[in-house]
Each structure stands twice: as structure tokens, then as C-alpha cells.
């Protein structure tokens, strides 16, 4: 950390305080950031965990990463079917965690939230594990990010595409919500959102293998309604299968600027090549909840 | 007299065979895995109050929520009906209940209305699963031949026993008009009905007999038609929603013999637990690690097979399915009885409908040796599954078909080996590199590199 403390308007490094540094000073930090391996290595949503550390930086949070001893959680492993591979990892990061005396998590990664919240108690890691939805609607609650100085996003329209493993697998649909409110913009619903949102294609390991053979691949499906709901077209949203309430589409709007809001890696990848594959990523941006909010915090650099 | 003996012998036998079915049953669904179920009764019981006899999952669909509320009430309260007619039948007693009076009035008038809207509920089932096309989700692989009749037969014979109904209370009616009586009860529906029957007594006598015979018998039959077809939800929608999981949906159960492994593997002083022996002391063979087949999956997967009414709606919001994949959560659901009875008991009716090549299965011939993976359900079904657990949310009597999908897909990994290579190579990125990408572990923390923050006022930076 730099001695000094920048003036305001002022670009600042950030190092980011590493587990391993902490436990040799004999610190230990009040919320361990899990980075996962999409926000370690996926080079579109590393910008999303760097717009996290932002914010965390920004708030002042004592946070710590684990840096190179973070390994994947198994998720996938576990999806596929194969849980020995995903005990091992489950059984090595526990090791890792609990011999640092991690008791809380924060993630952005609702798979890694998943697995490590609701699996790892049963192999002996319990830890108060929190997805950055929840977390970002806590600081925007307690007010330690007022979102605004940024970017504004007044009357821009945003559409929220549920992740599965943070929806109906662990019942968070309001946070995300609530985070996307503070931004003041146009707000709309997909038909199938909530309980009733359709999976981007990517989970259950999907992500690293092609699809069956089918007539559409789901995230084309699921860009589709995102793109059809931005813009308003009524008629393309009544044909959509699998509705289970009916709720009025959103009226006609210019698909230029509009943005789809995503909570979770994978979704990311699957919507922005959706947005690609309709050619409307010109107009329209695939972002992660931290990124809005730290564009809309001017805290970018 | 001699009829009241006869309505002896036919309440035994009916209740006999009734019972000797759901032996089998109860047969069926406990060669699946141990699972202790027991503990949680506070929350099971709400559970069971707000879901199965509340219906609560139903309504998030309205229209077929409110055609079904209908034909739910009427079941439950059309059986206080059955009651006076079983009593009356044992005891040669006519209109056994008109003791309660006004309230006997009541519960006519409210057994006429409801019956009156089960015909019509029924008339719109009907037509939903029948116009041309159907409602989506009554079509599809598996609803062809058996479980397409089976469907249709439910709806009959409500129908038949409705009108039973009516034509015993309308025949009755009339008698008692005819010689100026007051019959015991308010009848709305059957004092629209009068005009329509005959004006002589004795032919009156025998229509009324007739309905009332009718009525109960056609009950007597359904009872006994219940085990063979889905409408068995009527009874097994209870018990299987009171042995739901209470856990977050998104975690999946955890296999304790390869915790022991994997435990043993990082410690070697860990003592793995001996395995467990049969009751004479000899050792058990291994389990299989996931499910080959249907003694493989938990016991409550099996209860939740035949909890099943193969409404489809899991099938219908199943991302998979909608985009064309061979994937339907229902038909697992459906296979998994079907197999359950193919290899232990069958039921009295029921034949396990062997789908031909419309879901792109090779005809079974072997059906002895046609397990549930690969017999009926194949792998690229299961691995079309995200997870997403949406088939999960929707079911309205909490069957979870996605623990029988990973199930399966761990005797496909663990036993076989047999994932679908791209991911075996995302199994080996995680084993060598910690990620399933196929990226160097040192680089893991480069995403730290040249990040920069602006400052704001007031900033507050940790030193």
C-alpha cells in the first residue's frame, strides 16, 4: 500500500493483499475474496473481479485473496458426475481455508457461492459464504457506495438474467434486484425471470462441453427474450415456451444502449456471445453487477 | 339383505385387492438406497400442509390451478358422500348422514355444485390434452400409447362417476316428489334434472339403484385402477412431498464412501469405517458409486416416481427440452417406474410402455437385463441436463429429477468412465492445473497485475 494518501481524482495502484502475506504478518482479514478460476483466468470477467476490488478498496473492506492457493471448488467436477475429483478439490481448499481461520466468503461466482456455502459444511468447511450481490446490496443499504460520481445510467434500460445457482438453487432474486435499482435506469422483467428464469445453457458443466443435438442452443434462446424484453417486441415475447405467468412485455424501446445484467461467469460468456451471434453487441452490453456499480461510483481508473 | 351382503363382499374384495397392490408398491419403492428421511417433522409437516394439500406449487400456473382445485375439492368432499354410501350400503340404512340436518343440506348442495364443476374442469382437461394440437406438455415422447390412454381413462371415468352420481340423486328426487315426500337434502343440479327421467315408479326404483351401484362401484374400480395409472398422485403426492428435500436446491448430496476415500488419500492416519456387512455378517458387495440402475437411486426417488402425474411441467420450462434436446425430466421420471415394475412387481393393469423410435431409443428386446441407464434413459439425455434445477422448481408435488440425472451421470463417470471426452480433458485441467481451463496455476493471480482505482472523496484507504 502506498504510504500516501492519494488526493481525490487521483489514480492509485492496487495491491491486492494476498492470504498468505496476511497469515505471515499475523493479520487475518475480516472477509476472504474468492476469486474463482473464471475471475482468475477469463480474460472478460477478470474485469469484473478487478471492478470488485475496486469497490472492496474503495469502502475501505479488510479483505484478503488466496492468490495462487485459491483452486477450483469442483463445481463442475461435481455437476458432471464426478465426485471424486470434486471431494479432492473440496478437501484441498478446505485445508487451505480452514488452516488460515477463514470464517467469512465473499465470491462473485454463484457456482463457487454454491458449492462452497451449501457442499463443503459436509466435508468439514463451514464458513459464512456470500455472493456479491448480497454484498453489494449491503454497502449500497449501509450506504458506503452511494452510486453516483460515475457513469450514469438514468433511463438506460437493463434487463437482470437470473443465474440458476444463485436463483433456485440458493432463493437470491431480490439482491441483484435491489443492486440494479440503486442505478436509477429503466428496469425490465424477461417473461421468465425469478423462479421461472431460463438457464443461460452454461451449468452443470455445459460450459466445457457442446451441446446435444438440438434446434437452438439455450443461450441463443435466452438472448433472444433478453433482446426481445430491451426492446419491447410483444410479439416475440408471447411465443416464448415454458412461461409460467404471464406478465406484460415492456413497451418499444431503442435497443441502443440497453444492457443485460448478469451475476455469474458463465452466464456472462453465454450472453455476450448470444449478443454476438444476434450481431447487437454494438448496441447492446453484456455487464456484471460489480462492474456497473463500480462505472457508476467513478471509480474505474 | 342379500344386497347388503353383496356391498360386504365387494367393500372387502376391493379394499383387499387395493391393499395387496400397494404391498407391491411399497415393495417397489424400497429396493432403492437407504436414505434416513426421519427428524425435520415440523418443517415436513408445513411442507406437506402448504404444497401437497394446499396445492401452493399448482398456482403458479392459474388456469389449470383453478380446473384442478376443483376436481381436488370434489374428491375430498364427494368422498363424505362415499362414506354415507358405504354406511348405507353395509346397513341397508337409506341417506345414513340426513341426521346432520341443515348441515346434510349443505354438504348435498355443495356435493351437487362440485360435481357439476368437476364435469366441466374435466370437459376442459379433456379438451387440453386432446384438441388439436394439445397444450405442449401433453405431447412429447413419452406420452404416447399407455400413459395418453391412461390420461384419458382418468377423465372418463370421472365423468361416469359424476353422472352416477346425479342420476342416483335425481332418480331419488323424483321418487320421493312422486310420492310426496321430502328426500333429505337440497339437490340444485338433480332439480334440473327431474323433467328429464321417466314418471314411473318402478323404473325410478331401478335408475336410482342403479346410479347408487354405479357410483360406488365405479369407485371400487378406480380404487383398484390407481396403482397401475399416474392418477396414483391422488395418494402418493402426501408421502412424497412430506420426504422432499429441505435442502437448498442447488446442493447435491454428497457420497459418503468416497468422502472415506479422498479422506484416506490426505491422511493416512485416517481409519476408514468398515464397510457395512450384511445381517448374517457376511460382507455386502460394493454399492456402485451414482446409479445403473433403479435400486441404485435413494428410496424417495423411487416414492417420487410414483408420486408423478406426468403433467409435464417440468418438461415444459426444461432449458434442454425447449431447445430441441432429447432431454425430458418427465420422461425420467416415468422410466424410473417403468423399470421398477418391468424388474420387481407390476401392478395389476399397468404394461411399461417400451418407447419405440420416436425417442431415438433401439427397441428393447431384453428387458430383464434393460437397465434404467442405457435400457430407457440414455446418456445423451443426461448429459443435455444444466442443472438448472427449473424442472425441480416446477414440479408441483417437489419430485427432484435432477438427483436421478446426477445420479446416473456418476455411474457414467465413476464405473465407466464414460463422460463425453471434452469432459474428461476439463476433469484433467482441474486435477493439473486447479482450474477446468487449460491455463498454468501461475498465472491465477495475474488478474492483480497494473489494477489501478481512482480516488474519491471521501476515500477510504486501508494502509
Not at chain 2, 88 to 111: C, I, Q
Not at chain 2, 350 to 359: D, I, R, S
Request: aromatic content about 8%; glycine content about 8%; proline content about 6%.
Amino acid at each position: 500500500m502506498s504510504p500516501t494518501t492519494p488526493a481525490a481524482g487521483e489514480k492509485r495502484q492496487i495491491n491486492v493483499p494476498v492470504m498468505a502475506d496476511l497469515a505471515a504478518r499475523n493479520e487475518s482479514p475480516e472477509i476472504l475474496f474468492w476469486v474463482g478460476c473464471a475471475g482468475a483466468f477469463d480474460d472478460r470477467y477478470k474485469r469484473v473481479t478487478r471492478a470488485f476490488v475496486r469497490i472492496l478498496e474503495h469502502v475501505g473492506t479488510n479483505y484478503a485473496v488466496l492468490g495462487l492457493e485459491e483452486s477450483c471448488t469442483g463445481d463442475p467436477a461435481k455437476r458432471a458426475g464426478n465426485e471424486f475429483l470434486f471431494q479432492m478439490q473440496a478437501m484441498t481448499n478446505i485445508t487451505t481455508l480452514n488452516g488460515y481461520g477463514i470464517k467469512k466468503i465473499v465470491t462473485a461466482c454463484p457456482h463457487c457461492f454454491n458449492t462452497i456455502k451449501n457442499e463443503y459444511p459436509a466435508l468439514g468447511g463451514d464458513y459464512e459464504v456470500i455472493h456479491h450481490s448480497t454484498y453489494l446490496q449491503q454497502l449500497i443499504n449501509e450506504g458506503k457506495v452511494g452510486v453516483s460520481g460515475g457513469e450514469s445510467f438514468k433511463g438506460r434500460r437493463i434487463t437482470f438474467h437470473d443465474s440458476c445457482y444463485l436463483g433456485r438453487a440458493n432463493n437470491i432474486y431480490e439482491a441483484p434486484r435491489d443492486v440494479l435499482a440503486a442505478l436509477d435506469a429503466d428496469l425490465v422483467e424477461m417473461k421468465r425471470s425469478r423462479a421461472n428464469g431460463l438457464c443461460c445453457g452454461a451449468g452443470g458443466a455445459q460450459m466445457w462441453k457442446d451441446a446435444e443435438p438440438g434446434k437452438k442452443e439455450i443461450n441463443i434462446e435466452r438472448t433472444e427474450e433478453a433482446l426481445a424484453t430491451l426492446s419491447g417486441q410483444a410479439e416475440a415475447l408471447a411465443n416464448l415456451g415454458g412461461v409460467e405467468t404471464e406478465t406484460s412485455a415492456p413497451g418499444p424501446h431503442d435497443l441502443q444502449g440497453s444492457i443485460i445484467a448478469v451475476s455469474c461467469p458463465f452466464c456472462m460468456t453465454m450472453m455476450s456471445d448470444g449478443v454476438k451471434n444476434k450481431e447487437q453487441e454494438g448496441r447492446v452490453q453484456v455487464f456484471d453487477l460489480a462492474e456497473l456499480i463500480a462505472s457508476a461510483e467513478g471509480i474505474n481508473a | 339383505m342379500l344386497q347388503s351382503i353383496l356391498f360386504l363382499l365387494l367393500l372387502v374384495a376391493a379394499f383387499g385387492l387395493f391393499a395387496w397392490q400397494v404391498r407391491k408398491i411399497r415393495a417397489n419403492i424400497l429396493v432403492g438406497r437407504d436414505r434416513d428421511m426421519s427428524g425435520n417433522v415440523a418443517e415436513r409437516f408445513q411442507k406437506t400442509l402448504l404444497v401437497a394439500f394446499g396445492q401452493q406449487k399448482m398456482f403458479k400456473r392459474l388456469t389449470p390451478a383453478l380446473l384442478h382445485l376443483i376436481v381436488y375439492v370434489g374428491f375430498l368432499v364427494i368422498n363424505v358422500e362415499v362414506l354415507e354410501i358405504v354406511v348405507d350400503g353395509l346397513f341397508g340404512t337409506h341417506r345414513f348422514l340426513k341426521f346432520l340436518g341443515p348441515v346434510y343440506d349443505g354438504l348435498m348442495a355443495t356435493n351437487e355444485i362440485l360435481a357439476a364443476l368437476v364435469l366441466v374442469a374435466v370437459a376442459a382437461f379433456w379438451w387440453r390434452r386432446n384438441s388439436n394440437p394439445p397444450l405442449k406438455r401433453f405431447s412429447g415422447p413419452e406420452l404416447r400409447l399407455w400413459p395418453k390412454l391412461d390420461a384419458n381413462i382418468i377423465l372418463y371415468v370421472e365423468v361416469v362417476l359424476m353422472m352416477a352420481l346425479f342420476f342416483m340423486n335425481t332418480a331419488d328426487l323424483k321418487l320421493h316428489q312422486m310420492e310426496g315426500q321430502d328426500l333429505p337434502g337440497t339437490f340444485p343440479v338433480s332439480n334440473l334434472l327431474v323433467g328429464l327421467l321417466p314418471t314411473n315408479v318402478a323404473t325410478l326404483e331401478v335408475l336410482e339403484r342403479t346410479g347408487w351401484w354405479a357410483h360406488i362401484i365405479g369407485i371400487f374400480l378406480f380404487l383398484n385402477y390407481l396403482p397401475s395409472s399416474k392418477h396414483f398422485h391422488i395418494i402418493m403426492a402426501f408421502p412424497g412431498v412430506w420426504y422432499s428435500r429441505l435442502v437448498p436446491q442447488g446442493q447435491f448430496s454428497n457420497v459418503e464412501s468416497i468422502t472415506n476415500e479422498v479422506k484416506a488419500m490426505m491422511d493416512p492416519s485416517f481409519v476408514v469405517p468398515p464397510a457395512p456387512t450384511a445381517a448374517d455378517g457376511s460382507a455386502l458387495a460394493p454399492a456402485p458409486f451414482g446409479a445403473k440402475d433403479v435400486e441404485d437411486l435413494p428410496w424417495t426417488n423411487l416414492l417420487a416416481a410414483y408420486s408423478c402425474t406426468e403433467c409435464g411441467r417440468c418438461t415444459s420450462v426444461c432449458p434442454a427440452n425447449l431447445t430441441g434436446k432429447l432431454l425430458s425430466p418427465r420422461k425420467i421420471i416415468m422410466d424410473t417406474r417403468d423399470r421398477v415394475e418391468e424388474k420387481y412387481n407390476s401392478p395389476l393393469i399397468f404394461q411399461p410402455n417400451v418407447y419405440g423410435a420416436e425417442a431415438k431409443h433401439e427397441p428393447i428386446t431384453d428387458l430383464a437385463n434393460a437397465t434404467l441407464l442405457r435400457g430407457k434413459v440414455t446418456p445423451e439425455e443426461l448429459w443435455a441436463c444444466t442443472t438448472c434445477n427449473a424442472c425441480v422448481e416446477s414440479c408441483p408435488v417437489n419430485i427432484n429429477p435432477l438427483e436421478s440425472i446426477i445420479e446416473m451421470r456418476r455411474f457414467l463417470v465413476l464405473e465407466e468412465s464414460a463422460a463425453p471426452n471434452s469432459l474428461n480433458v476439463m476433469f484433467s485441467n482441474i486435477e493439473n492445473n486447479g482450474a477446468p481451463w487449460a491455463f498454468s496455476p501461475s498465472d491465477r493471480f495475474n488478474w492483480a497485475d497494473e489494477l489501478f482505482a481512482t480516488e474519491k472523496q471521501p476515500a477510504a484507504v486501508v494502509a
